[in-house]
């Protein structure tokens, strides 16, 4: 993890089960690489877990000491956000 580098994952607009191991496979191979922006704008549906693997992603970046920023987060995933309590662990995460 030497290269620290910063990498983009654009999340798809469904973000549900389906799609969880292509997002989970995108941000291992980003966050080996260094700092890492999620850009959800296009996001209209998500689900819980794949925003319990965001956040996740997040904790593993603040462990090896990069940033990790969800970049214009659509208001479909704003208010998934919301409607579970998570928006405390995500507040210091989010670039509207």
Same mark, same amino acid.
């Given at each position: 993890?030497?290269?620290?580098?910063?990498?983009? %994952?654009?999340?798809?607009?469904?973000?549900? *089960?389906?799609? #969880?191991?292509? #997002?989970? &496979?995108?941000? #291992? &191979?980003?966050?080996?690489? $260094?700092? =890492?922006? %999620?850009?959800?704008?296009?996001?209209? @549906? =998500? +689900?819980?877990?794949?925003?319990?693997? *965001?956040? +996740?992603?997040?904790?593993?970046? @603040? @462990? !090896? !000491?990069?940033?990790?920023?969800?970049? +214009?987060?659509?208001?479909?995933?704003?208010?998934? #956000?919301? @409607?579970? $309590?998570?928006?405390?662990?995500? +507040?210091g995460m989010m670039k509207l």
């Amino acid at each position: 993890m030497a290269k620290q580098t910063k990498q983009t %994952v654009a999340l798809p607009e469904v973000s549900d *089960l389906d799609a #969880i191991d292509g #997002i989970r &496979d995108q941000l #291992i &191979d980003a966050l080996e690489d $260094g700092a =890492v922006t %999620v850009e959800a704008g296009a996001v209209e @549906r =998500v +689900s819980t877990n794949a925003l319990l693997l *965001l956040l +996740s992603a997040a904790e593993t970046a @603040r @462990r !090896h !000491h990069f940033d990790f920023t969800i970049e +214009s987060p659509s208001a479909a995933m704003s208010a998934a #956000i919301e @409607r579970l $309590g998570l928006s405390a662990q995500f +507040s210091g995460m989010m670039k509207l």
